[in-house]
């Protein structure tokens, strides 16, 4: 499915003629033979051509202002995406303005309007949790809208995106629990409709897999929220079943990895002496609580600013079409502390 | 100085006429005797009437859009009043746009500009570090533009605020360290340009000379970026430098405390044996670093309700002007934790 669509230019090149003959002819106008305005016509039901797309593609009078469409500002992660996408905004002479949808659609898609109404040049999406269809999205991409979507990349096709090596990341986070002689390890799962969840899942489960260690489904302790209270309801829970306790954890979030701790150090268990932590995102608090947790740091700062050269690129190119899927994947690192070294 | 505009209604009221006599007066239009438009004309001159400002205060299409202008997003007491803005905002059907300055007065010129090219109907503001000057605001509010500050208020006459008791704040947190037995309190201090370090400097002396004790020049440390390394950079300067070294310290800020912790820790004092702390803003950290950190909690989320309901207010009154200043005051909540109890 091409989502970009065709333009006058698009019709004037097939049929070698001007771009003024092809508005002319589809606006009915006289001096355009009927010969003509026929074969316009035709090829513009042909194209898919729609007059709306074009307004946008064509507009002349840009607003240099870009759209920023974001869960939570309050995010650590993904406030420093806000300082990088400003950085190359500013550095361009472009504003930018934010909306936060609060992992709500409903804000999700009001921002969008509202983000619209005030003729914004581009878009930059982070897309709510709560986000399971995408077509407020492909609405904007058949009209040939320039969005690029960062962190998490919505299922459909041909968009642009910039995301972060999130099963490496896992993976190596995992890894070097088994390399600190943690074997029992379990995983504090992110919420299931976004994909970064899924690919964290995944290189838990593959670090596991290549180091011999068996997949225990109890151990897989999904926490969609990812708020403290959360993490530390399901530690205790997990305890209070009795059985097995996991003696290493990697969690899909900083703030459940610090709940995690609270609740481990509570039911008393040393860190990392008898259990290791690992957590993902690396917030400003893991320097700060004790012990220092160790995670996995993504490049926020460079995926904002990666996110917003390319949808410069898009701005600046009136001829861009969505006719593939772009991703830039950007490398994690994992951040070694106390949390996880025995 | 009245900073407010009259309107064509205050003029047709003055005189005893319709606002379209005055209107039609004012255009110099026919059907108008010489008498009535001189009379009109005159008083219009007198009350420092403008179209501008009728245009805007008259203007019938709502965009149901509210503009924020906020240092910093990641500020986790930002993130609250956002949180606050949001609720009362989208309960009465209007939506939120963001500018983030990054404490820039640059760019909080800008925002203010992009802002209202996007025609919201009214604008809330926390100003910039950088701002020392308010003609962007008073231009605005001439023009009788809906305009609340929060958080920190303007040098500028007959402005809407909502503010926090950091007077009182501070005097309580100083307070509370003294009556647990640490006498001798050093203050990390806020940037001077903001009202809200100055009164929390304040509230720190007048709690240490209701109580008998000295204040000591020395131990006002300046802390203007209010940063972890600013802080223990600045803890280890003092230790340094020898001589008496304070058994308490009070923090403008939860972040510089979180510093001034770690770099005493470093120093081998005992936290809250030897020394206690106390921060300012109730991060979500606070509760997360060892030993947990006591603050003054502000009502972010109640500011942000407070001032986005006054801004709804202004909005909705077509006769509103700025003739007076108009301040709402929250209080503030000590929360007592390990660092300042021995």
């Known amino acids: 499915m091409k989502l970009g669509q065709a333009t006058i230019k698009d019709i004037a090149r097939e049929l070698n003629v001007s771009s003024s003959t092809v508005s002319r002819a589809l606006k009915d106008y006289p001096g355009i033979s009927d010969e003509t305005k026929r074969k316009v016509k035709e090829l513009a039901e042909k194209l898919n051509y729609r007059p709306n797309a074009v307004a946008l593609s064509l507009r002349k009078s840009k607003s240099f202002t870009l759209g920023v469409i974001i869960p939570e500002v309050v995010h ?23 909306c936060q949808t609060n992992e709500k659609l409903q804000r999700e898609l009001s921002s969008i309007d509202t983000m619209l109404a005030n003729q914004i040049d581009g878009l930059l999406v982070s897309y709510s949790k709560e986000t399971e269809e995408f077509s407020h999205f492909s609405k904007l991409m058949a009209q040939n809208f320039p969005i690029v979507f960062f962190d998490r990349v919505p299922e459909i096709e041909n968009t642009v995106n910039v995301t972060v090596n999130d099963f490496q990341g896992a993976y190596d986070a995992t890894k070097h629990l088994i390399s600190q002689g943690y074997t029992s390890i379990a995983h504090l799962a992110g919420p299931k409709n976004l994909t970064i969840s899924k690919k964290r899942m995944d290189g838990y489960q593959a670090a596991l897999r290549d180091h011999g ?26 305890y209070e079943k009795g059985g097995d306790f996991p003696n290493g954890f990697f969690a899909s979030n900083d703030i459940a990895a610090a709940g995690a701790m609270m609740a481990l150090k509570k039911l008393g268990y040393k860190i990392p002496k008898q259990v290791g932590v690992v957590g993902f995102s690396n917030w400003q608090f893991c320097s700060m609580i004790d012990p220092p947790l160790s995670t996995v740091a993504q490049p926020g700062f460079k995926m904002g600013e990666k996110a917003t050269q390319l949808l410069l690129e898009m701005i600046d190119n009136k001829e861009r079409s969505y006719d593939s899927t772009k991703t830039v994947v950007l490398e994690t690192e994992l951040l070694i502390r106390k949390s996880s070294v025995k």
């Open 213 to 238: 260690l068996e997949i225990n489904p109890d151990w897989i302790l999904p926490c969609p929220m990812g708020t403290q209270e959360e993490s530390m309801k399901i530690i205790e829970k997990l």
């Open 76 to 98: 650590f992660f993904f406030s420093t995406v806000i300082s990088g996408i400003e950085e190359v905004a500013y550095a361009n002479g472009y504003n930018v303005i934010l």
